[in-house]
Every structure is written in structure tokens, then in C-alpha cells.
């Protein structure tokens, strides 16, 4: 009884033998030959692992301890499951908002490069000798300056994130 109650206190404990062991200041094997019913604890002994397990020492001795029961880890287990399916929709929902926004900033790029080469740049026949005019000619000249030379950039950076976001099968 004794050993039975010393083994499935430590691992209700989550102690190793080697933790148990440090604890009580006695060596590995004093803690195997206890478990096994080679040896038994001194009464000193008996007090400091009653203490080291949070046990009186009447649950050491003589009252049967009860296990784990397997209803408890099947419960957790369960929630486990849950929470873990509950991630791997999260997940799923991130990766889909993900590639639309890619799909979208793919489209957009495309449709304003193309209607960027739509346009003309007419701006380049304006009169710039007025003051707004010049700034707004400016301004549209330098927006597709930058957007010409970004867009293929963007374009790969949108393709490249769609290709990583892709499912797996």
C-alpha cells in the first residue's frame, strides 16, 4: 500500500523520482526501492515526504489513493481538441482575409497601370504657365513616375504572397 501511495502521489505531483529524491536529500534508487517494496521509509523519513508530497501521512500508510481518472484526461483531452480547432479556423479565416487583400492589390495595380496607359499622361500638353495647373501637373507626372517604377514591385510582392497563402494539400 505504502509503495503504491508514495508512486502515485509523486506523479500526481508531476515529480520525477530524481525530483522527489533532491527533495527529500536521499538518492534516486532510495526512492525506487520505496516504490517497489524493497525498502521503507523511517519514520523522519515518512514526515519529510508527507511533507515533500502534501500528504498526510495516514494517505501514505494505509488510505488508498486515487488515480487519475482516465474521464479527467479524456475531458481535457476533448477541450483540447476544441481550442486546437478552434486555431485552425482562426487560422484558415487569417489566410483567406490575406489572399483577398493580395487578389485586390493585384487587381488594383493591374486595372490603374492600365488605365494609366489609357490615359496618355495629358498633362504633358497643359499650359503650366499657371501656378495650379503646374502644381496638379506636377503632382499627376510624379504619381505615375513612382507608380511605373513600384507596380512591378507590388505586382511580384502580391503574386509571391498569393503563391505562399496558397492551401496545401
Known sequence: ?????????????????????VKLHVVRQTISKWEKGLSVPDSDMLLALSEALEAPVSTLLGEAVPEQETDELKAISEKLEVINL????????????????????????VLLFAGLLGWG???????????????????LHAFEWLFVRAAPIILAGSLLGLFLTRRRA
Open 1 to 21: 500500500m505504502l509503495q503504491e501511495n508514495i508512486k502515485t502521489l509523486r506523479k500526481a505531483k508531476g515529480l520525477s523520482q530524481e525530483e522527489l529524491a
Open 86 to 109: 478552434r486555431f485552425a479556423r482562426q487560422k484558415a479565416a487569417r489566410r483567406r482575409a490575406v489572399r483577398c487583400l493580395l487578389l485586390a492589390l493585384c487587381a488594383a495595380t
Open 121 to 139: 499622361s495629358p498633362y504633358l500638353d497643359w499650359d503650366y504657365s499657371d501656378p495650379e495647373r503646374a502644381v496638379v501637373g506636377v503632382a
